[in-house]
């Protein structure tokens, strides 16, 4: 396996598994994990969508096409349960889809030398795994994999799936 092909998979498994979650809160974004708040799935939604569009910025250093979204969304931000203060969650869901299609159409573009290149713009502090093309598009799946936890704990706290076993 190639690492493209390795990137692409992590990709497509992380998507499957968080967003598809993310989706069975849609009628109840705002439903917090925990009983002491936390990231709900309106925010994860969010936040994911904006570091969706963090890569062709870290890459290339253009603009975020949702960086207006960072008092909201981004790792600074405080979750709030007014699904009013944020844009809609149709519409999220809606740009996360285009800036992820157009993050995986760019992906395929590059050959495995170009998973190599340096990049324009890593985020301050997080040098290290935005340095290159391949660790942008690895640390976008491990970090989208992350949030899956604040998604799993809400839809339990809604009632959605069993509590989770104790050992």
Known sequence: METKEA????????????????????????????????C??????????????????????DENPVAGWYPLFGEDSEPVDDAHRYPAFPEIRKKYAELRAKNLSLLASLSEYD????????PNGREKE????????????????????????ALRAAGRIAPALRA
Do not use: C, Y
């Open 7 to 38: 990137l692409q998979f992590a990709l497509a498994a992380a998507d499957n598994a968080v967003i598809t979650e993310i989706d069975k809160m849609s009628d109840d974004p705002t439903q917090f994990p925990t009983s002491n708040g936390g």
């Open 40 to 61: 709900h799935p309106l925010w994860v939604m969010g936040h994911l969508t904006l570091v969706e569009g963090m890569i062709p910025a870290v890459l290339f250093g």
């Open 115 to 122: 998973l190599d290149k340096p990049t324009k713009a890593p």
């Open 130 to 153: 935005f340095a290159t093309f391949g660790r942008s598009f690895l640390a976008l799946a491990l970090h989208q994999a992350m949030h899956r936890s604040h998604v799993t704990d």
